[in-house]
T-cell receptor, first 111, second 112 residues
Framework: DTEVTQTPKHLVMGMTNKKSLKCEQH?????MYWYKQKAKKPPELMFV???????INESVPSRFSPECPNSSLLNLHLHALQPEDSALYLC??????????FGPGTRLTVL | SQQGEEDPQALSIQEGENATMNCSYK?????LQWYRQNSGRGLVHLIL?????REKHSGRLRVTLDTSKKSSSLLITASRAADTASYFC????????????FGTGTRLKVLA
């Protein structure tokens, strides 16, 4: 299984809502990533988990809260988001510092 | 901040022609990767080239790396309409940290 899955595919939420994005991989990869991508821009790294521990937080606002319950799962908890947080959120995984496998993304709209 | 700048920003060619896109980066790297992204979808890994390599091939793809100039190029030969996508280079900003920074991207359109 060489697939990274993400749910939901689309999410619309108000600024007072709490929601979560989910990501799953069964390739045994030890690194998992969250990226944010705005239209016509490159992906921007948000968080990296290595061996289920948060290793990189790119100064992301606390309204984004990552969680890695086990080596196959990665969540991104969202709370009190702003309209400018609307974007495509991409999850990826990799084995060591090699190619990253990306999920299809969650298209988030904050109203 | 962006590690990589790509040019051109956009490229439109006829099917069968070759497409070349370039990536420049700022700091020393261990490896450089190229990815493709179809509109609004996840990225697909194309090729990885290590800092001690100068050229690498994969099917219709040819990647070169010039560490002295801090630049890389991706050549797609005999392009097809299905190659229409955005192409990004990604560099490891710091070894051992899994921190990859993506370049600004090139939007390629191949006309049938």
């Amino acid at each position: 299984d060489t697939e990274v899955t993400q749910t939901p595919k689309h999410l619309v939420m108000g600024m007072t809502n709490k929601k979560s994005l989910k990501c799953e991989q069964h390739m045994g990869h030890r690194a998992m990533y969250w990226y944010k991508q705005k239209a016509k821009k490159p992906p921007e790294l948000m968080f990296v988990y290595s061996y289920e521990k948060l290793s990189i937080n790119e100064s992301v606002p606390s309204r984004f809260s990552p969680e890695c319950p086990n080596s196959s799962l990665l969540n991104l908890h969202l709370h009190a988001l702003q309209p400018e947080d609307s974007a495509l959120y991409l999850c990826a995984s990799s084995q060591d510092e090699n190619e990253q496998f990306f999920g299809p993304g969650t298209r988030l709209t904050v109203l | 901040s962006q590690q990589g700048e790509e040019d051109p920003q956009a490229l439109s060619i006829q099917e069968g022609e070759n497409a070349t896109m370039n990536c420049s980066y700022k700091t020393s790297i261990n490896n450089l990767q190229w990815y493709r992204q179809n509109s609004g979808r996840g990225l697909v890994h194309l090729i990885l080239i290590r800092s001690n390599e100068r050229e690498k091939h994969s099917g219709r793809l040819r990647v070169t790396l010039d560490t002295s100039k801090k630049s890389s190029s991706l050549l797609i030969t005999a392009s097809r309409a299905a190659d229409t996508a955005s192409y990004f280079c990604a560099t490891d900003a710091t070894s051992g940290t899994y921190k990859y920074i993506f370049g600004t991207g090139t939007r390629l359109k191949v006309l049938a």
